[in-house]
């Protein structure tokens, strides 16, 4: 998985949309070819209360995708900005595509504050800026 000269992350919220169709709306929307590799990240929360976690990771290949399965974490964005850095140190840096969320500004903020949630694309932007000082090496990050 991680020898893929490019590398595509997209996360994905079970329930919502099966990843079947979350890769099929994505390739779509961002003309991506079905020759592509597009990996999926499912982050599962632990308690948020609590002032430890040990998160647990597997990967599963479900037909031809790749989805890499995180539980018992404190926030999905200190997830995903691990996982694409991560990738970043083999070929090129990933890119990490969301999707637009209909929350307003002020609820993605106070779910990120006090549930780990919410305005995930930006908070893994800016981990990843400050994680990576060389632009080159950082991974890119897409909302559309």
Avoid at 14 to 21: D, E, I, L, N, Q
Avoid at 39 to 67: A, C, Q, W, Y
Avoid at 93 to 100: L, R, Y
Avoid at 103 to 108: C, D, H, I, R, V
């Amino acid at each position: 998985m991680v020898d893929l000269e490019y590398q595509i992350l997209v996360p994905h919220r079970p329930g919502h949309m099966s990843v079947w169709k979350k890769d099929e709306v994505i390739r779509e929307r961002f003309r991506i070819g079905a020759d592509v590799p597009i990996i999926f990240i499912e982050v599962e929360l632990g308690d948020t209360s609590e002032f430890e976690h040990v998160p647990l990771m597997r990967i599963d290949k479900e037909n031809d995708m790749e989805i890499i399965r995180v539980s018992k974490c404190s926030s999905v964005s200190h997830v995903m900005a691990a996982i694409a850095l991560e990738f970043s140190k083999f070929g090129r840096p990933p890119e990490v595509i969301f999707g637009w969320s209909n929350e307003s500004p002020l609820a993605a903020n106070l779910n990120f504050l006090f549930m780990g949630q919410g305005n995930v694309p930006w908070m893994v932007q800016e981990l990843i800026r400050r994680a990576e000082p060389s632009e080159a090496k950082r991974p890119r990050v897409i909302i559309g």
